[in-house]
């Protein structure tokens, strides 16, 4: 069998096969293998015929297809069927030969499969993949991380298919070794919890708040999406909010069941920002906002006991409305400020040297969190590529600055009212501790010390100098070993 195809995919659900698609449209020919091997005829009678997709029923006859050094691209599940696979080519690869994870993988996992195929000589990449259905076809966002020395041979390909930013940027780089891909498309996921929170949010003060109807709202993030909030998940929420059911006449956003379900990658950013010690307590909330909205039995059952405020808003809407706009946007520089702190920590954890204004480049088209501020952040990166906070940008720290008291007024209307602002409240009051000069955190040290003698740090004394007290005057002079920031 004649080699032809200069890339391989394996898995031939909806991203993979667009994925495929895109490929093939810029010119590329393709190899395609599914372990139901019914699927690759299907497709290629289907969708793929006519086109430069060549099939295989066995992973044999698909490595067989493509040229050296073999390019591999896994689309399939996260997790055991990515190594099951990886074990199930590595007999067939000679050196040099590369393998990518396309899918939405823990990169602890990624780090393991670069390290463990690297000592038999196969290039192994781990690539985020953000836009879903649409940008798999059209122009996704791409970060692939791994081992470096695949990266020539498939900058071309990712380069193609990745979306063009309105500079006909591509909005594909290498972000680095191991798993840096796969966590910044982690950390791009955990913003995207934390955007859709911010909206849903809106939408709730708005709705049950001002008394507006969908049609109402669709009007207001329409007009959102033409201002600095304009993004892709403003405009789909725009879209939405017009859409009627077919079967009741009904708004569809009305029909649809108050639960809220999710992937794993907000819960994993939580994680790494506990694991690194960086505060992300915006995109933590958006997680647990799914979690509560889940149990919705509960909630009813509650409803109907427990009472909370039960008054009407009695402003001027028009005026509320774009003090929820002023929030809202300050609300989201918060949430990318936490997210892009997780990127330094991890940066500097795993001596990634992550490009922090290239990332919010990459992000600017084909994902779902792009949005026409993330050319704000690249420009922020650009005047400090070590800026340690977004609020400390010029630009970012003047539009919080003008927006604080609206901001204010919108969490402490939803507060009076009883609606729940979980991210838009946290934004806030992660804006008031990081800029506070003093935290309450003494008095926690002093109790640490107390019940564990963990020590604590004095004002009149230099940093890293730790002290103890007997607060009880029994418990002599043995401290804990231990002081974790």
């Known amino acids: 069998m004649t080699a032809q195809a200069d890339i391989g995919v394996v898995g031939l659900a909806v991203m993979g096969e667009n994925l495929i698609l895109n490929m ?55 997790g055991k069927p990515v190594d099951e696979f990886i074990e199930q080519l590595v007999p067939h690869l000679a050196a040099g030969d590369i393998v990518i994870d396309g899918g939405n993988t823990h990169y602890p996992d990624t780090v393991r499969r670069t390290r463990t195929l690297a000592e038999k000589g196969i290039l192994f990449v781990g690539t985020g993949v953000s836009g879903g259905e649409e940008g798999a076809l059209l122009g996704p966002a791409l970060m692939p991380g791994g ?22 940027v591509p909005c594909c780089a290498w972000i680095g070794p191991d798993g840096a891909g796969h966590f910044v498309k982690m950390v791009h996921n955990g913003i995207e919890y934390g955007d859709m929170q911010l909206i849903c949010e809106a939408y709730d003060l708005m709705g049950r708040g001002l008394g507006m109807k969908p049609l109402e709202m669709h009007k207001v993030f329409a007009e959102w999406n033409r201002g600095v909030l304009d993004s ?32 794993g990658t907000g819960k994993w950013t939580s994680q790494a920002g506990l694991d690194l010690g960086v505060g992300i307590p915006q995109i933590a909330e958006a997680v647990f906002a799914r979690c509560l909205s889940a149990i919705k039995e509960e909630r009813v059952a509650a409803s109907r006991k427990l009472v909370g405020p039960n008054g009407r808003f009695r402003g001027n809407r028009k005026t509320f409305v774009e003090q929820l706009r002023q929030a809202v946007y300050a609300s989201k520089i918060c949430s990318y400020t936490q997210g892009f702190q997780l990127l330094r920590a991890a940066s500097v954890e795993y001596k990634w040297d992550l490009k922090f204004g290239e990332i919010a480049t990459i992000w600017r088209a084909g994902c779902i969190i792009r949005a026409r501020f993330l050319g704000r952040i690249k420009e922020a990166f ?12 010029p630009y970012f720290k003047r539009v919080v600055t003008q927006s604080q008291d609206a901001w204010r007024n919108v969490v402490k209307t939803a507060v009076t009212l009883g609606i729940p602002v979980p991210a838009m409240g946290t934004a806030l009051n992660y804006y008031d501790m990081y800029r506070a000069e003093r935290l309450p955190a003494n008095l926690l040290q002093a109790q640490r010390d107390y019940f564990g003698a963990h020590t604590f740090e004095r004002v009149d004394k230099p940093r890293g100098q730790f002290f103890h007290v007997d607060w009880t005057g029994h418990g002599g002079t043995t401290t804990a070993n231990a002081y974790v920031v």
């Open 382 to 393: 650009d005047r400090q590529p070590e800026l340690p906070s977004l609020l400390l940008d």
């Open 232 to 263: 892709y998940l403003i405009e789909i929420t725009r879209d939405i909010l017009a859409r009627t059911d077919e079967e009741t006449g009904k708004p569809m956003v009305d029909v649809i069941l108050d639960t809220a379900g999710q992937k």
């Open 24 to 78: 093939e449209s810029k010119g590329f020919t393709v190899a395609c293998f599914n372990r139901t091997v019914g699927k690759v005829d299907d497709f290629l009678n289907g969708r793929g015929k006519g086109k430069r997709i060549l099939g295989a029923h066995s992973l044999a006859e698909f490595i067989a297809l493509l040229k050296p050094p073999r390019k591999i691209m896994l689309m399939v599940k996260a």
């Open 147 to 168: 081992n470096p020395a695949a990266w020539p041979a498939i900058e071309p390909i990712f380069k193609a298919i990745a979306a063009k930013a309105e500079d006909g």
